[in-house]
């Protein structure tokens, strides 16, 4: 366990310098919202292109991977609702809720897949991320679109943006490039990618600590310590049990765990906040599910066999 907690130690370590650097040295909004684009359309997609490209998936199947992913973030989602039935919590609180158990963190994802797997590991992250964006986005509005109380958003302007998320787009595009054995290792443009994509995971990270707001509704205790319970604890909890369950192994199985094992994102609280959520539950469940996951993840990657 204390190689992993070392493993990962260095991607907290930064986002508590980006927490740091965000409210006493960095304070400008502006700053942290450039470097924000920057990494999501620029340094991410260029990470993305060239450890996919480059990687080498021979008896590796993320399709089994996926499924768990999918069946274990399906369960938490009808567990959220039965947790609505039975407790009645307000209707922007269970949006919160419901974010903040089924929607995770891609920065902290494919950094960790990176430091704990290698660049293998970085790289079928993103082929997970370029699935689960959509699954995730699709069943979060759909729920917001119900239950908040801001603007509404149609289906096909979901997909369209979807389809448009330049994590996907990088991920797809080192797909092709690996299935068509196009070799760009070597030339200036895997020079200029390599150095884009160097940037991404500490800037990602820093960014990530830029934006937790430490508040704590004493209200609220019971359904942001519920969203963060069924996030880091049942979630990876019931893949690792189908996992255990179907006998599946390997980086795919891996990968699929940590997936589950990782905290809501930041930008939860951006749909919260547009959509109309209870924003100040969600920025709870962002920040102190981001602060135990130190501890959880660790213990899922043991589990996974790591």
């Not at 990494?39 to 480059?54: E, M, N, R, T």
Request: hydrophobic share 55%.
């Amino acid at each position: 366990m204390l190689n992993v907690f070392l493993s990962i130690l260095p991607i907290f370590s930064l986002i508590v310098i980006g927490y740091v650097a965000k409210n006493y040295f960095v304070k400008s909004e502006e700053f942290w919202a450039a470097s924000d684009k920057l990494v999501y359309y620029v340094f991410f997609p260029s990470l993305l292109i060239l450890k996919i490209a480059h990687a080498q998936f021979e008896g590796v199947s993320a399709k089994d991977g996926l499924i768990v992913a999918i069946a274990a973030t399906t369960f938490i989602a009808i567990a959220v609702f039965a947790y609505k039935f039975v407790l009645s919590p307000a209707n922007e609180l269970f949006t919160s809720i419901f974010q903040g158990s089924v929607r995770y963190n891609s920065y902290i994802f494919i950094a960790s897949s990176q430091a704990i797997f290698g660049t293998n590991g970085a790289a079928l992250s993103g082929i997970f991320i370029a699935t689960m964006i959509i699954f995730t986005n699709v069943i979060t509005v759909m729920v917001m679109n119900h239950y908040g109380t801001g603007s509404k958003k149609g289906m096909s302007s979901i997909l369209s943006k979807t389809a448009q998320n330049p994590l996907i787009i990088g991920a797809v595009i080192g797909v092709a490039l690996n299935l068509g054995h196009i070799h760009i290792e070597g030339t200036p443009l895997a020079e200029i990618m390599n150095y884009l994509g160097s940037a991404a995971t500490p800037l990602s990270l820093m960014s990530v600590g830029a934006g937790l707001i430490f508040v704590m509704d004493r209200h609220k205790k019971i359904a942001i310590s519920s969203s963060i319970l069924a996030k880091l604890i049942i979630l990876p909890l019931v893949a690792f049990a189908i996992l255990k369950g179907f006998n599946l192994t390997g980086l795919a199985a891996s990968i699929a765990l940590l997936y589950c094992a990782v905290p809501c994102a930041g930008n939860a609280y951006i749909m919260a906040r547009q959509m109309g959520g209870d924003t100040v539950a969600m920025a709870s469940i962002i920040t102190w599910g981001t602060i135990v996951s130190v501890l959880t993840i660790p213990v899922f990657m043991i589990l996974s066999g790591v």
